[in-house]
Protein backbone atom coordinates (compact mmCIF):
# COMPACT_ATOMS: atom_id res chain seq x y z
CA UNK A 1 0.00 0.00 0.00
CA UNK A 2 0.65 3.58 -0.28
CA UNK A 3 1.87 5.41 2.96
CA UNK A 4 2.49 9.35 4.05
CA UNK A 5 3.10 10.12 7.97
CA UNK A 6 2.89 13.33 9.34
CA UNK A 7 2.66 14.27 13.41
CA UNK A 8 -1.13 15.60 13.44
CA UNK A 9 -0.05 18.98 15.21
CA UNK A 10 2.95 20.70 16.93
CA UNK A 11 3.36 23.72 18.58
CA UNK A 12 5.92 26.54 18.34
CA UNK A 13 6.71 30.08 19.80
CA UNK A 14 6.95 33.00 17.77
CA UNK A 15 10.74 33.62 16.82
CA UNK A 16 11.82 29.72 17.17
CA UNK A 17 12.20 27.36 14.57
CA UNK A 18 10.19 23.86 13.86
CA UNK A 19 10.67 20.86 12.14
CA UNK A 20 7.93 19.19 10.38
CA UNK A 21 8.74 15.48 9.21
CA UNK A 22 7.13 13.55 6.46
CA UNK A 23 7.61 9.69 6.12
CA UNK A 24 6.50 8.15 2.92
CA UNK A 25 6.11 4.67 1.30
CA UNK A 26 4.66 4.87 -2.21
CA UNK A 27 4.50 2.68 -5.23
CA UNK A 28 7.45 4.48 -6.62
CA UNK A 29 9.08 8.56 -6.50
CA UNK A 30 9.27 11.31 -8.64
CA UNK A 31 9.34 14.04 -6.12
CA UNK A 32 8.14 15.37 -2.85
CA UNK A 33 5.89 18.60 -2.42
CA UNK A 34 5.05 20.78 0.74
CA UNK A 35 1.86 22.69 0.81
CA UNK A 36 1.08 25.15 3.59
CA UNK A 37 -2.72 25.37 3.64
CA UNK A 38 -4.70 28.01 5.96
CA UNK A 39 -7.85 27.31 7.52
CA UNK A 40 -10.80 27.48 5.21
CA UNK A 41 -8.02 28.54 2.12
CA UNK A 42 -6.85 25.82 -0.68
CA UNK A 43 -3.35 24.75 -0.53
CA UNK A 44 -0.70 26.55 -1.80
CA UNK A 45 2.70 25.65 -2.94
CA UNK A 46 5.38 25.98 -0.87
CA UNK A 47 8.66 23.51 -1.74
CA UNK A 48 9.51 20.60 -4.61
CA UNK A 49 12.20 18.28 -3.89
CA UNK A 50 13.62 15.42 -6.48
CA UNK A 51 17.13 14.52 -5.37
CA UNK A 52 18.40 14.46 -2.08
CA UNK A 53 19.43 16.94 -0.01
CA UNK A 54 18.32 20.66 1.15
CA UNK A 55 16.51 23.24 -0.74
CA UNK A 56 16.29 26.46 1.13
CA UNK A 57 13.94 29.13 -0.15
CA UNK A 58 13.75 32.06 2.33
CA UNK A 59 12.92 31.27 6.08
CA UNK A 60 11.67 28.16 4.74
CA UNK A 61 13.38 24.88 3.69
CA UNK A 62 12.67 21.21 2.58
CA UNK A 63 15.16 18.12 3.03
CA UNK A 64 15.02 14.89 1.19
CA UNK A 65 16.48 11.39 1.65
CA UNK A 66 15.05 9.17 -1.02
CA UNK A 67 16.80 6.08 0.70
CA UNK A 68 14.97 6.53 4.27
CA UNK A 69 11.91 7.83 2.31
CA UNK A 70 12.03 10.35 4.71
CA UNK A 71 11.13 14.66 4.54
CA UNK A 72 11.16 17.46 6.81
CA UNK A 73 9.95 20.96 6.60
CA UNK A 74 12.42 23.35 8.49
CA UNK A 75 10.25 27.03 9.23
CA UNK A 76 12.64 29.53 10.76
CA UNK A 77 11.75 32.88 12.62
CA UNK A 78 8.55 31.86 13.03
CA UNK A 79 5.67 34.24 12.21
CA UNK A 80 1.99 34.03 13.78
CA UNK A 81 0.97 34.14 10.09
CA UNK A 82 3.03 31.00 9.63
CA UNK A 83 -0.50 29.00 11.59
CA UNK A 84 -1.68 26.45 9.18
CA UNK A 85 -1.34 23.06 8.03
CA UNK A 86 1.64 21.74 6.32
CA UNK A 87 0.90 18.94 3.83
CA UNK A 88 3.06 16.52 2.47
CA UNK A 89 2.60 15.05 -1.26
CA UNK A 90 4.71 12.50 -2.39
CA UNK A 91 4.31 12.03 -6.47
CA UNK A 92 3.95 8.56 -6.94
CA UNK A 93 4.96 6.46 -10.23
CA UNK A 94 1.78 7.06 -12.65
CA UNK A 95 2.60 10.49 -11.29
CA UNK A 96 -0.27 10.82 -9.22
CA UNK A 97 0.09 12.86 -5.83
CA UNK A 98 0.13 10.71 -2.70
CA UNK A 99 -1.33 13.17 0.17
CA UNK A 100 -0.42 12.71 3.66
CA UNK A 101 -3.23 14.30 6.49
CA UNK A 102 -1.17 17.11 7.19
CA UNK A 103 0.42 18.80 10.40
CA UNK A 104 -1.59 21.75 11.79
CA UNK A 105 0.84 23.80 13.24
CA UNK A 106 0.08 26.45 16.14
CA UNK A 107 2.08 29.40 16.78
CA UNK A 108 2.27 31.12 20.45
CA UNK A 109 3.57 34.25 21.13
CA UNK B 1 -5.48 36.20 -13.83
CA UNK B 2 -7.73 34.80 -11.95
CA UNK B 3 -6.01 31.52 -11.57
CA UNK B 4 -8.60 28.49 -10.52
CA UNK B 5 -11.56 29.52 -10.07
CA UNK B 6 -14.88 27.23 -8.40
CA UNK B 7 -18.58 27.65 -7.79
CA UNK B 8 -20.35 27.56 -5.65
CA UNK B 9 -18.52 28.55 -2.69
CA UNK B 10 -21.48 26.65 -0.51
CA UNK B 11 -23.96 24.07 -0.74
CA UNK B 12 -26.44 22.03 1.34
CA UNK B 13 -28.06 18.91 -0.21
CA UNK B 14 -30.41 16.52 0.63
CA UNK B 15 -29.82 13.09 0.55
CA UNK B 16 -30.87 11.67 -3.29
CA UNK B 17 -30.52 15.08 -4.79
CA UNK B 18 -27.81 16.18 -7.35
CA UNK B 19 -25.66 19.00 -8.17
CA UNK B 20 -22.44 20.14 -10.35
CA UNK B 21 -19.32 21.39 -9.31
CA UNK B 22 -18.16 23.86 -11.96
CA UNK B 23 -14.31 24.82 -11.62
CA UNK B 24 -12.24 26.93 -14.08
CA UNK B 25 -8.68 27.55 -14.95
CA UNK B 26 -7.39 30.60 -16.85
CA UNK B 27 -3.38 29.46 -16.96
CA UNK B 28 -3.77 27.03 -20.03
CA UNK B 29 -3.11 23.74 -18.04
CA UNK B 30 -3.17 20.71 -19.68
CA UNK B 31 -4.16 18.72 -16.49
CA UNK B 32 -6.77 18.94 -13.83
CA UNK B 33 -8.04 17.06 -10.77
CA UNK B 34 -10.63 16.97 -8.52
CA UNK B 35 -10.45 16.36 -4.55
CA UNK B 36 -12.49 16.14 -1.70
CA UNK B 37 -10.52 16.75 2.21
CA UNK B 38 -11.96 15.51 5.11
CA UNK B 39 -10.88 15.93 8.61
CA UNK B 40 -7.80 13.77 9.72
CA UNK B 41 -7.43 12.66 5.82
CA UNK B 42 -5.24 13.41 3.25
CA UNK B 43 -6.43 15.33 0.09
CA UNK B 44 -8.06 12.01 -1.98
CA UNK B 45 -8.34 11.95 -6.04
CA UNK B 46 -12.01 11.45 -6.98
CA UNK B 47 -11.05 12.12 -10.81
CA UNK B 48 -8.58 13.69 -13.53
CA UNK B 49 -8.28 14.91 -16.82
CA UNK B 50 -5.18 15.24 -18.89
CA UNK B 51 -6.68 17.41 -21.75
CA UNK B 52 -10.15 18.33 -23.00
CA UNK B 53 -12.82 15.04 -23.82
CA UNK B 54 -9.92 12.97 -21.57
CA UNK B 55 -10.86 11.63 -17.93
CA UNK B 56 -10.31 9.26 -15.76
CA UNK B 57 -10.59 7.94 -12.07
CA UNK B 58 -9.14 8.47 -9.29
CA UNK B 59 -8.94 6.78 -6.03
CA UNK B 60 -12.30 7.46 -4.54
CA UNK B 61 -14.62 7.64 -8.22
CA UNK B 62 -17.65 6.15 -6.77
CA UNK B 63 -20.86 8.38 -6.52
CA UNK B 64 -19.21 11.11 -8.94
CA UNK B 65 -19.29 12.13 -12.42
CA UNK B 66 -16.83 14.16 -14.69
CA UNK B 67 -16.37 16.59 -17.86
CA UNK B 68 -14.48 18.49 -19.40
CA UNK B 69 -15.43 19.26 -22.76
CA UNK B 70 -13.27 22.45 -22.80
CA UNK B 71 -9.89 22.69 -22.01
CA UNK B 72 -10.50 25.64 -19.01
CA UNK B 73 -13.24 24.00 -17.49
CA UNK B 74 -13.90 20.73 -15.94
CA UNK B 75 -17.10 19.82 -13.92
CA UNK B 76 -17.97 17.38 -10.85
CA UNK B 77 -21.25 15.56 -10.70
CA UNK B 78 -22.96 14.06 -7.53
CA UNK B 79 -26.06 12.16 -9.73
CA UNK B 80 -27.48 11.07 -6.00
CA UNK B 81 -26.24 12.56 -3.08
CA UNK B 82 -25.11 10.75 -0.13
CA UNK B 83 -24.26 12.00 3.56
CA UNK B 84 -20.73 10.24 3.02
CA UNK B 85 -20.19 12.58 0.28
CA UNK B 86 -20.49 15.89 2.96
CA UNK B 87 -16.76 17.38 2.25
CA UNK B 88 -14.45 20.10 0.74
CA UNK B 89 -14.21 19.47 -2.66
CA UNK B 90 -10.85 21.13 -4.13
CA UNK B 91 -10.60 21.32 -8.23
CA UNK B 92 -6.82 21.49 -9.16
CA UNK B 93 -5.02 22.34 -12.47
CA UNK B 94 -1.20 21.39 -13.48
CA UNK B 95 0.61 21.74 -16.41
CA UNK B 96 2.87 19.07 -16.63
CA UNK B 97 2.67 15.63 -15.89
CA UNK B 98 6.57 14.87 -14.96
CA UNK B 99 6.76 18.15 -12.43
CA UNK B 100 2.91 18.17 -10.62
CA UNK B 101 2.78 21.39 -9.13
CA UNK B 102 -0.92 21.91 -8.69
CA UNK B 103 -3.01 24.96 -8.37
CA UNK B 104 -5.81 24.72 -6.41
CA UNK B 105 -9.46 26.38 -6.38
CA UNK B 106 -10.58 28.18 -2.95
CA UNK B 107 -12.90 24.95 -2.45
CA UNK B 108 -16.53 24.16 -2.05
CA UNK B 109 -17.96 23.26 1.01
CA UNK B 110 -20.97 20.77 0.58
CA UNK B 111 -23.03 19.11 3.03
CA UNK B 112 -25.30 16.35 2.39
CA UNK B 113 -28.16 15.98 5.24
Known amino acids: GQNIDQPTEMTATEGAIVQINCTYQTSGFNGLFWYQQHAGEAPTFLSYNVLDGLEEKGRFSSFLSRSKGYSYLLLKELQMKDSASYLC??????????WGAGTKLIIKP | NAGVTQTPKFRVLKTGQSMTLQCAQD?????MYWYRQDPGMGLRLIHY???????DQGEVPNGYNVSRLKKQNFLLGLESAAPSQTSVYFCASGREESYNEQFFGPGTRLTVL
Open chain 1, 89 to 98: AVVASNYQLI
Open chain 2, 27 to 31: MNHEY
Open chain 2, 49 to 55: SVGAGIT
